[in-house]
């Protein structure tokens, strides 16, 4: 009878040690669910390329010369482009060939008193220079009057700078004969509406630009920069005309033979 009761009163305290803990286990809270869409952290090296090509970024919007650029087209052919920073923070941006059909030169500048378009006499246009006046100084160039290659002397730095920009940038293997660290750069977001185009930025460490490819071609830098005016000048005197675009000039119909 004894030996029961010492069984008993040990079985009953095992239970008493056992039961708290299962119990403990059974209502102890689920581990959290791992959020949709999360990632891992950046990779070191993507995320030390952002904060390098941020920093040339910057130092290129300090950076005021003037500096010619070799513009090789998605065809092949090779035009050159001059840039114009200038102390005052204005600047231009020369391009041959552009407007209506490739015939004619044009020039954009943002000065104190606006944005700008010029038409420069050029093959199809053998009038001299005159300029019309798109919106304000910091305004966006008008889709038909875009010329692309602008941007990255000028809005496109804004976005480099930016951290918060949705970009994913990674080192890039410099083309052949350019000098400067370069790096890609790919959006990460359908919806960026930056002027900014994809592609690879080449920079010098003072933050001089030495070239871009992207989807308007390649522009690489010919011969080193020269020093950077007070400010810029139009090509022309403001009119009142219309901005020209790329499309060729409308032929009308011939005159009819009597």
């Given at each position: 009878?004894?030996?029961?009761?010492?069984?008993?009163r040990r079985l009953a305290g095992a239970l008493a040690i056992v039961l708290p803990a299962l119990l403990a286990a059974c209502?102890?809270?689920?581990?959290?669910?791992?959020?949709?869409?999360?990632?891992?952290p950046a990779p070191a090296e993507v995320d030390a390329a952002r904060d390098e090509l941020a920093a040339l970024a910057a130092a290129a919007q300090d950076r005021h010369v003037t500096a010619t650029y070799?513009?090789?087209?998605?065809?092949?052919?090779?035009?050159?482009?001059?840039?114009?920073?200038?102390n005052d923070g204005t600047w231009r941006v020369d391009v041959p060939g552009w407007g209506l059909g490739g015939t004619v030169d044009v020039s954009l500048a943002?000065?104190?008193?606006?944005?700008?378009?010029?038409?420069?006499p050029s093959a199809g246009r053998p009038e001299p220079a005159s300029c019309v006046r798109l919106g304000e100084p910091d305004d966006a160039v008008p889709r038909k009057q875009d010329v692309r290659v602008q941007h990255p002397f000028t809005d496109s730095l804004e976005v480099l700078t930016d951290r918060r920009a949705p970009l994913a940038v990674s080192p890039a293997t410099p083309p052949a004969g350019v000098s400067g660290q370069c790096y890609s750069v790919e959006s990460t977001s359908a919806s960026l509406n930056a002027p900014l185009d994809v592609g690879i930025y080449c920079y010098r460490p003072d933050g001089t630009p030495t070239a871009v490819r992207a989807a308007f071609g390649t522009l690489t830098l010919a011969g080193e920069p020269g020093p950077a005016p007070a400010t810029v000048r139009l090509a022309g005197p403001i009119t009142e005309g219309e901005p020209i675009g790329t499309d060729s000039p409308t032929v009308g119909p011939s005159p009819a033979t009597p």
């Open positions: 009878m004894h030996a029961h009761l010492r069984r008993a209502t102890a809270a689920p581990p959290e669910p791992v959020p949709p869409g999360a990632t891992d070799t513009l090789t087209g998605t065809d092949g052919s090779a035009r050159t482009v001059s840039v114009t920073s200038a943002a000065t104190a008193d606006g944005l700008f378009q010029c038409a420069l």
